[in-house]
């Protein structure tokens, strides 16, 4: 085991669906080289078929002792392949060429944004930002037959050794969450590097650290100060992403409130709109409690009364959500 | 290690490349692995990313675009390249409220695409095919330059100086880059234009209501309030910055109420989503007055302190009584109320024609200037104005009249035509559960309105804004952190003004010539609004708003304009009444000159493309009214290619109008409107104030200086970190307190800028009493177009306008082009699939674009995320092709006390959303992959 774990907790009832992690990510690392259709960091519309597409029927991950298995999703029918465009002929060049995809778009990594599921006016949706979950269990790195994978000791984190990598993709289907990528042009697999280089100077995460919604906590699991252990371990309001595949992520989630549906008279009836079987299969039952918690103590605020968990997911000062235990400090 | 990996091999199978991986994958073999990794050790490549992340010079960076972010980044540069950029995070936290940092989004972090993108303009470009084509030859500055003041000086010479238009919108983004052209067309003559009405984004009911152009607080302030309506506005996708504030209103126990047809990225975090049928708000808005009247729930000091509501009209011609009628040589601009103590009728202090003992300057986004009455001027003290009742007043000529205070006739009116039951029936909202609304909103303290573009833009939006203040002021919720109505739309707030008109109009507006751009664009392009088949005749409003000067046309004398020049703005794109444009409008225009660092839709229908510098490769300021902080971009690199700011572009332009006007011997001439001996042989010396500022960080400075809202702030503290305004529009600026408007009227108690002196909510105007809007009233969307589905146009989480339409990352996260949505059921009955081809059209003209079939859109509407370039996956025009320009006659007003045409302060602004489509599966050729 590693000696301390970083960990992120994603609060959905924050995050807007703007993308901002996603391209504060991509702009940052994979926009480049092969990674064009490769989003280390993403946002989905819950309920939806996500990216890559069916990930959550791709397989991989644990049963028990064992691994599961699991599919390579395709580069145009799964991830999409990213639009190109001929931005010469249509600007600077004669003819009435349009702007358009040289390859037409089939399916990309937000195709089904804010469709969700349920009938009108019931129907309902929310995002579900997703990363590595730099798990304390990998299946990805028990996977990879050239041990080019692992998992530091200073954080936890998982990283793809790109000079042992050989690119036979067993960590892609080993993965649950479909979040390694395999790089066409460099013959490698890729993935989120938790930000290494900034969290090694105290600096936390691009996703995290400009996520304009304010969502993202960012703390060593055992840091009892941190965030991250008082929203897990303590008020138990942020949970794992699909724990049953037995990864044990460290990106937990605080699940999502919705507005109440309507009953035949137009009505509405004070039950959320996201059922709550829903959730149970994203995070587990846990769920229920976590969101019996969030609604007791949202009374509290609205009663006047403190509440300690909803300023700490306020996060008043920006600067609070981030723990790396190093001098936050920008390096100028 | 070898060997544990030979082990692992073994074990796994491995080598077979099976990638169905089975059970051979045990935790022993994890455990075996996991043991290899804490023997081994990091090789060189981990470098590699520790590389990426690095940089050699960090800079100040914001998005010079209208967009009302202004969020300070840094800029990020290694060996003269910009890699990347950071929102800076450094905006100064209040006590007790969440911080505005970071400020960013997804357009935000790709910044630097634009720069080195292959949309960038390299080098001045001369057309040599058909506008619009694309076929350009490269020119150098000089002969670029010439050309266009060759035709500025024979348009002049030939024609007259306001045959020369100059667009550029949104001063607060880019104030430096902004004044540019102003400054030249305001030494050669040239008119300039409007923006704000003319993008449809002006609040003109809060002009009417208010006095002011337009004010909101600053959204650190969301977080104060108690309950909140979210009122066709979606700031999850289009306030990124600022929707945080909800969400965490949200944890603090206020309550979130969004009323949007669709269910969307907003709606998704309140407590209470109401879809009512589109257009339909002021039924509703109406309605809640019914019940706040009804049941008492209204704040009686506030308003007969703060409101016209208790002012007197009188019963036999439904004018206000007017000093002039009760009193020989009495003024016209005051106005009684019926004092229930004494039971007589008495002048209410404030009123236009209540003249404070220092008169103020005029103030550009003031209907007058009320800051020189003392504190407490409108305070009751013992004044006990009546609400109800019917009086009997003697005129001057020894006649009498009944009068009736605007409240009765208010009251009478909202009880037999507002209930709730009845704006059940129009709106599909249950009576009680407006009912219920009504009540919550009325009794939460503060309780905010947050409106949008979503209620904005329609053609009686003015009446529906004068809705929600009246729901605001019933419940006495303006001037109160946490309180108010916010609107939210469009980039308007240059906070300081001072400055930027001294350094955009030297000789004062006065002394500029302004066209109304909508009045301009309806005229010149020609356009059909159809009104006709709603009974209303717009023509006959502006030929008299036009000929009595209330609104101004330009040119003057029924010319044509000759010569346009576009900087900082994408005109084209974004034209309502485009199809007309294109038409009509573009053929009279013998040279369009368009200044860009990108090839948009209007620089490709250009005669002659400047390369301007990329933001980040120049000096400005850049504000917003959405925080209180100014903020600052500077060169991280030297403009790239040909490439110029737009400060030095019209310098080099007047250098060469000076050239030009020699050579062709036209050296001065005589403006005679403003008495004005025009010296063209000196203009480099006008535009710069003698060369002091010829640099473009000195013309930074200068405003800052001139404006008293931030005299005593540095270019050079900018440039630590962003620093808050020192004074504002309509309320104080407090330390560690958010900025919400009115707190001049409402707190220190001096007259509103209105003609009442107060919250006004009767106009009689003849205007006004022809379209039925002397009162606030319930008005539905218009239904000029006989086409069955409504014609939406939001703004999009993945564009500001037209910016960012065509970036790479934006269209990989969306479909790869443009669409519009519609409803499954809607869909269905038309044959349509998600993604197909499909051809949207009325009378105005035509889109062909894909669909797609959204879960939580309402049927009956289809919406288009507004103004792609005419240039993108389109097979036939773009989303303002069906849109054409409507202006409402109460706009045209500029002859009632504060209603008078100034720019971006109160005019027409067209409407964008009440038009009607049809929508059918295209069945035409479609695109083959390229």
Known sequence: ?332 | MKASRREFLKATGASSLSLMLGGTYSLRVLAQSQDAMVQHEYSGWENFHRNQWSWDKKTRGAHLINCTGACPHNVYTKDGVVLREEASKDIAPMPGLPEYNPRGCNKGVCGVDYQYGPHRIKYPLIRVGERGEGKWRRASWDEALEMIADKIVDTIKNEAPDCISVFSPVPAVAPVSFAAGHRFAHYIGAHTHTFFDWYGDHPTGQTQTCGVQGDSCETADWFNAKFIILWGANPSITRIPDAHYLSEASLNGTKIVSISPDYNASSIKADQWLHLKPGTDGALGMAMAYVIIKEKLFDVHGVKEQTDLPYLVRKDNQRFLRESDVVANGSTGKFYAWDAKTGKAVIMKGCWGDEPAQKGPPVAFMGRNTNTFPKGYIDLGDLDPALEGTYKIQLKDGSSVEVQPVFDILKTRIMKQNTPEAAAAVTGIPAKVIVQLAKDYATAKPAMIISGGGTNHWYYSDVLLRVFHLLSALTASEGKNGGGLQHYIGQWKPTFLPGLAALAWPETPAKQRFCQTTIWTYVHAEVNDEMLNSNIDTNKYLRKSIATKQMPLLPANGRDPKVFIVYRGNYLNQAKGQKYVLRNLWPKLELIVDINIRMDSTALYSDIVLPSAHWYEKTDLNVTMEHTSINMTEPAIKPMWESRTDWQIFQALAKKVEESARRKKFERYNDEQFKWVRDLTNLWNQMTMDGKLADDEAACQFILDTAPQTKGITMAMLRDKPQRFKGNWTSPMQEGVPYTPFKNYVVDKKPWPTLTGRQQFYFDHDTFFDMGLELPVYKGPINADKFPLRFNTPHSRYAIHSTFKDNVQMLRLQRGGPSVEMAPADAKARGINDNDWVEVWNDHGKVICRVKVRKGEQSGRVSMWHTPELYMDLIEGSSQSVCPVRISPTHLVGNYGHLVFRPNYYGPGGTQRDSRVEVKRYIGATPMPL
């Open chain 1, 1 to 332: 085991m590693t000696q301390r774990q970083l960990a992120m907790v994603i609060d959905l009832n924050k995050c807007i669906g703007c993308q901002t992690c996603t391209l504060a990510c991509k702009s940052q690392w994979t926009d480049r080289g092969g990674r064009e259709f490769m989003y280390w960091n993403h946002v989905e519309t819950r309920p939806g078929k996500g990216y890559p597409r069916d990930w959550q029927q791709a397989g991989g991950g644990w049963e028990g002792d064992k691994l599961k298995p699991g599919r390579l999703p395709r580069l145009a029918e799964d991830y999409g392949i990213p639009a190109d465009f001929s931005f010469d002929a249509t600007l600077f060049k004669e003819g009435e060429q349009p702007l358009r995809p040289t390859e037409p778009m089939q399916w990309g990594p937000n195709w089904d944004e804010d469709q969700g599921a349920g009938e009108f006016p019931n129907g309902y949706f929310f995002y579900l930002p997703r990363l590595c979950n730099h798990c304390t269990k990998p299946a990805c790195l028990a996977a990879c037959p050239r041990q080019a994978i692992s998992k530091r000791e200073e954080d936890g984190i998982v990283l793809i050794d790109q000079e042992r990598c050989r690119g036979y993709r067993y960590c892609v289907a080993a993965c649950p969450y479909k979040k390694i990528y395999f790089n066409p042009l460099a013959g490698r697999s890729e993935k989120c590097i938790f930000c290494y280089p900034r969290v090694e100077q105290g600096i936390p995460q691009a996703c995290a650290y400009q996520c304009v919604g304010r969502a993202r906590h960012v703390a060593y699991l055992d840091d009892r100060e941190g965030a991250v252990h008082r929203l897990v371990n303590e008020w138990k309001v942020a949970l794992p992403l699909h724990p049953e595949h037995g990864t044990q992520p460290n990106v937990y989630y605080v699940p999502p409130l919705s507005p109440a549906t309507f009953d035949a008279n137009g009505k509405p009836t004070g039950q959320p709109r996201i059922p709550d079987d829903y959730l149970v299969e994203l995070f587990g039952p846990a769920v229920k409690q976590a969101l019996a918690v969030l609604q007791r103590e949202i009374a509290r605020k609205e009663k006047g009364e403190a509440s300690a968990l909803m300023d700490m997911l306020i996060a008043y000062k920006h600067g609070d959500m981030f723990r790396l235990g190093r001098p936050p400090e920008q390096r100028s």
